[in-house]
């Protein structure tokens, strides 16, 4: 059996992961303080990455709906926040590791994409498992004493093919005002983060008659799962199904044979 889909626009509210500490000692760790909200290994949600068809950035599949946040731990920066950083730590979240569609890649733009001034900072291909490339997200230059609070918006992560994406965040410390002039505090832990560019059918399962196409899609959208025997005279065998960025299914309950083609179609339904 056959499985493919198309593209339709959606669009999704800014989403924020805060990066702070599990203390402010020296050697303490940091941790994504709601990273458990987008553990791809808690939850089946998937992050949307949506195709541009213009602007800076058109070919790529753009996702401007994330930013990566440090807690802040003065009044001016709206603190002191629970759980952020020891003061004089610069954070970064740092691109550990990236699994995908084979040939794809995953990107970070230091810009709004919009313009000539925005530009691709880093790219980190499919299969990266020890990456090193990382995103400044403290607003302060190392200094000893700082407020390691840090709150940039207009920040954008790209993806290169259709497809689901887990990449692996970590947050460092860049400063050197601890020990030895070192960091002071240890990395976090490795957050894996979903990213869906586009539509895609995960897998599909047949029972007797019945065949189940699980896939994901963008929110906003309406999906129909079509099915053929031969690629000519497609006809819709269930559906049509919401998209929410999360894994979802659609059923046949009376299929015909075995030499059958599936594929998704989608209304972009958006308001």
């Known amino acids: 059996m056959l499985g493919f889909g198309a593209f339709a626009l959606s669009s999704q509210a800014d989403t924020h992961i805060y990066a702070g500490a599990l203390g402010t000692?020296?050697?303490?760790?940091?941790?994504?303080?709601?990273?458990a909200q987008f553990n791809a290994t808690l939850s089946t949600y998937a992050l949307p990455q949506i195709?541009?068809?213009?602007?800076?950035?058109?070919?790529?599949?753009?996702?401007?709906?994330?930013?990566?946040?440090?807690l802040a731990g003065t009044i001016p920066n709206g603190g002191p926040i629970a759980g952020h950083a020891a003061f004089g730590?610069?954070?970064?979240?740092?691109?550990?590791?990236?699994?995908?569609?084979?040939?794809?890649?995953f990107a970070f733009w230091e810009g709004d994409g919009e313009s000539d001034l925005g530009n691709i900072t880093f790219s980190v291909p499919v299969g990266t498992t020890n990456g090193t490339n990382h995103l400044v997200i403290s607003e302060n230059n190392g200094e000893p004493g700082a407020d390691p609070y840090g709150h940039i918006h207009g920040r954008e992560f790209t993806t290169s093919a259709p497809g689901t994406y887990i990449v692996g965040f970590r947050i460092i410390d860049l400063s050197t005002n601890g020990t030895g002039a070192g960091p002071i505090q240890l990395p976090s832990d490795v957050l894996p983060v979903r990213f869906q560019a586009g539509l895609r059918i995960e897998t599909i399962q047949t029972v007797t008659n019945r065949v189940t196409v699980s896939f994901r899609s963008p929110p906003g959208i309406s999906n129909t799962l079509e099915a053929s025997s031969s690629m000519i005279g497609w006809q819709q065998v269930a559906g049509p199904l919401r998209g929410n960025n999360n894994l979802q299914s659609l059923v046949e309950t009376n299929a015909p044979g075995s030499n059958r083609l599936y594929r998704l179609r989608q209304l972009n339904n958006l308001p």
């Open 25 to 35: 000692n020296q050697n303490d760790k940091l941790n994504f303080s709601n990273g």
């Open 51 to 70: 195709l541009r068809t213009n602007g800076l950035n058109v070919g790529h599949y753009r996702g401007d709906v994330l930013t990566f946040s440090a």
């Open 89 to 105: 730590a610069r954070l970064a979240v740092q691109v550990v590791s990236v699994a995908g569609p084979v040939g794809g890649s």
